[in-house]
């Protein structure tokens, strides 16, 4: 069974950071992108940062460039968004999904075409 399963959100202050992590099982990673995306409420769905399936290839959306950094670890199956200096408008749930397909850039945004999973999401709030 193809799942992936975030971890790592919380409530934090502004400019701190979180770790999110996003673990596959049932498919081997090594020949995925993976995209991290989140969604606050009222708003759509973003794709804010994404990886290749070597990991040579990565994107950040504006909002989040600079204090965001995507990384991934095919052996343990896992790819990690770290996220500093956490501002209030970065409170969202955040998904990352699984795509064979190498992403797309969209007005700056990290699309996934065609993806085989999401996660159920991990919420991040920023508050103090």
């Known amino acids: 069974q193809l799942q992936l399963v975030e971890s790592g959100g919380g409530l934090v202050q502004p400019g701190g950071s979180l770790n999110l992590s996003c673990a596959a099982s049932?498919?081997?990673?090594?020949?995925?992108?993976i995209g991290w995306y989140r969604q606050a409420p009222g708003k759509e769905r973003e794709g804010i940062s994404c990886?290749?399936?070597?990991?040579?290839?990565?994107h950040y959306a504006d909002p989040v460039k600079g204090r965001f950094t995507i990384s991934r670890d095919n052996a343990k199956k896992t790819v990690s968004l770290q996220m500093n200096s956490l501002k209030p408008e970065d409170t969202a749930v955040y998904y990352c999904?699984?795509?064979?397909?190498?992403?797309?850039?969209?007005?700056?945004?990290?699309?996934?075409?065609?993806?085989?999973?999401w996660g159920q999401g991990t919420p991040v709030t920023v508050s103090s």
């Open positions: 999904a699984a795509d064979k397909v190498p992403y797309i850039i969209t007005q700056g945004m990290c699309v996934m075409t065609s993806p085989i999973a």
């Open positions: 049932g498919f081997t990673l090594d020949y995925y992108a």
């Open positions: 990886i290749s399936s070597s990991g040579r290839s990565t």
